[in-house]
């Protein structure tokens, strides 16, 4: 274990003490949500049809629950016992809408699944093991699905039939909202009902995960839009309002994998070729306010190829696209959010309305039943990739082998409540960020007035409310340049800060998107060079044992920063990324368990973990 320069009350106290008494502070425009709330919003279980044939029948919603909340579990992929160092606050259980429930019925031999035709054709592969007949069922269903047809193949319409469609799908839908309202307590731990619609037209990942903060009297009252109904994403933002309509279920709809989607999921046109209208996006943000940046599958923040300047880039690259020809996806502005963010800006300038103005947060989408993505205890993305022993294999998830997959991610609100319509409202106003995994406690916030003393422990963070926004938010009105507070402190069992960077974009003279990084604040043993860069970070990690000293890095970062380049009138949107000393990725701890060379796994040995706030745009009137 790391070596920590103070103990974890010690930090939380700190934390308190930087946030300040409110009183001392002038009045605020809202309530403050002083608290900080880690969470799940995309894992699967055994409901998703992938999961059980990859031979993990007892991953279910109730072992996911138990084990964020803090409990012991048997692991459903190793038979080990399991447990979370830290527990989390909520979780969305997001199985795949398409024949959600129904494939463990048909090997539980019920009538009306096994006995279809579909059902007949997938117990009749033929396997040396359990799991190797599963795998040929599984890969059965991906040649229906695909379109492929002879032999034993039945119709995607009789699978339709068989399995999915009519009422087949409403008994687990039901069974699992009871399960999520029997773990849901709220200020305690809070369980969100939702799903994943997996839409992956061409092979391109298009998929969100969906959920609402309402309970089972409105969740009873329809069953999840899948990509078997469409997979067009306009017509899932219809279902949405037509559902919202009827029900009064609220919901939020939550893009991820860009970093796969074949440059489709943050295109200048719709689904069916056309420019993007303003009409177009102010659907797309009703509904999706967040998308998930980092994850199991990779980083999709940026790419070094669309951020050439940017020396932290190349972070937990993942370009494996999950069909069984196992492309590799080159690298185009419609698959990474930064790009996004900028297009967001110059499509805003043609209809009126910005189509991608999202916030940014993390989530695991591990196949395993458990949030297990810390680098010294990473369960893997699924049974495949579940042991040290079997990640320098393949997945089966395109051409990617097991030591592909990242260890993160997570996501943090800012709420004043743990319940579900306080985590909700947190999604919708975007004051929620992403961590790679470490829960580095983050603020942000922009204004037109603001002056180192904001900072002060007795005026922050209420200071930021009053005079500005927070991360998430829209500065707009009058002003010579936006001024900038920004706090960090490390997760108390993680690794120290390196620094803390401000990541600007921006519209220039011809109209065309511009990035630029900013290093705002950094640990005290360096000095800016004369190319204007902050040298890196001494890196601690000793590569025989896996173990690191907190030696070097701050416990806390935290500045005013004014941008010195903004024009007056400029639109263009801000946000920190603060950063980790290097620290083991979990490739280096298999590679020290197994007793191998820690570079025969093709990996980094060691990374800078990090955190993402949600943006702040700025609009100032000239």
């Not at 991953?59 to 803090?70: D, I, K, L, N």
């Not at 830290?86 to 979780?91: E, G, H, N, S």
């Not at 089966?396 to 409540?417: F, Q, T």
């Not at 998107?513 to 860069?533: H, L, N, P, Y």
């Amino acid at each position: 274990m790391a070596h920590r320069m103070c103990k974890q009350a010690a930090l939380l106290l700190a934390f308190t003490a930087l946030s300040g008494p409110l009183a001392a502070a002038k009045p605020v425009k809202q309530t403050v949500p002083t608290h900080l709330y880690w969470g799940d919003t995309h894992l699967h279980t055994s409901h998703s049809f992938d999961v059980f044939l990859f031979n993990t029948p007892t991953s279910t919603p109730e072992t996911a629950y138990r084990f964020a909340r803090g409990e012991t579990v048997v692991s459903p992929t190793t038979g080990e016992n399991w447990k979370l160092s830290k527990p989390l606050d909520f979780l969305v259980v997001a199985d795949h809408a398409e024949l959600v429930g129904s494939v463990g019925k048909v090997y539980a031999g019920e009538e009306g699944y096994a006995d279809t035709a579909t059902g007949k054709g997938m117990l009749a592969q033929i396997g040396d093991s359990v799991a190797a007949q599963m795998l040929k069922a599984y890969h059965y269903l991906v040649r229906i699905g695909t379109g492929e047809t002879g032999g034993d193949l039945v119709t995607p319409q009789q699978a339709y039939v068989d399995l999915h469609g009519g009422t087949k799908r409403q008994a687990a839908w039901h069974s699992y909202i009871d399960t999520a309202e029997e773990f849901n307590e709220p200020g305690k731990f809070t369980a969100l009902i939702g799903w994943e619609w997996t839409s992956a037209p061409g092979g391109g990942n298009l998929h969100r995960v969906i959920f609402t903060p309402d309970g089972a009297d409105k969740a009873k009252q329809f069953m999840p839009f899948s990509q078997l109904e469409s997979d067009k994403p306009e017509k899932l933002w219809a279902w949405l309002d037509a559902t919202n309509k009827r029900t009064g279920a609220d919901f939020v709809a939550i893009p991820h994998n860009s970093n796969l989607s074949w440059g489709k999921m943050f295109q200048v046109e719709d689904s069916e070729g056309n420019p993007i209208t303003a009409d177009y996006a102010e659907r797309r943000m009703r509904w999706e306010r967040v998308v998930e940046t980092t994850q199991i599958k990779g980083d999709s923040e940026t790419h070094p190829a669309l951020s050439p300047t940017d020396e932290f880039a190349d972070y937990e690259r993942y370009s494996f696209v999950m069909v069984p020809t196992g492309p590799i996806a080159k690298p185009v502005e419609a698959d990474y959010v930064r790009a996004a963010l900028k297009r967001g800006l110059e499509i805003e300038a043609n209809t009126g309305v910005n189509p991608y103005k999202f916030g940014l947060i993390g989530s695991t989408d591990a196949h395993t039943g458990m949030s297990a993505v810390e680098e010294d205890r990473f369960a893997g993305k699924g049974q495949k990739d579940s042991r040290p022993e079997l990640r320098k294999n393949p997945t089966g998830l395109g051409s990617a082998k097991g030591w592909d997959m990242g260890a993160a991610g997570i996501v943090a609100v800012w709420a004043p409540r743990n319940d579900r319509r306080s985590i909700y409202d947190a999604f919708q106003r975007k004051e929620v960020y992403a961590s790679t995994g470490p829960r580095m406690a983050v603020r942000m916030f922009a204004g037109w007035n603001f002056s180192a003393r904001d900072l002060d422990a007795s005026r922050f963070p209420a200071s930021g409310y009053a005079r500005g926004v927070p991360m998430g938010g829209d500065l707009t009105g009058k002003g010579k340049a936006p001024s900038f507070l920004v706090e960090a402190l490390k997760d108390p069992d993680g690794g120290n800060l390196d620094r803390i960077q401000i990541v600007k974009g921006w519209i220039d003279a011809n109209g065309v998107a511009q990035e630029k990084i900013f290093d705002v604040v950094w640990s005290a043993e360096r000095k800016r060079g004369k190319d204007g860069k902050v040298p890196a970070v001494k890196n601690t990690v000793d590569l025989k044992t896996g173990k690191y000293i907190n030696s070097v890095g701050a416990v806390q970062l935290k500045t005013f920063w004014r941008d010195p380049e903004y024009k007056a009138g400029q639109k263009a949107f801000y946000y920190a990324r603060v950063l980790q000393i290097p620290t083991p990725r979990y490739s280096l701890y298999d590679a020290i368990k197994l007793g191998i060379d820690p570079r025969a796994t093709g990996k980094p040995l060691t990374i800078q973990e990090r955190a993402y706030t949600s943006p702040i745009w700025v609009s100032a009137k000239s």
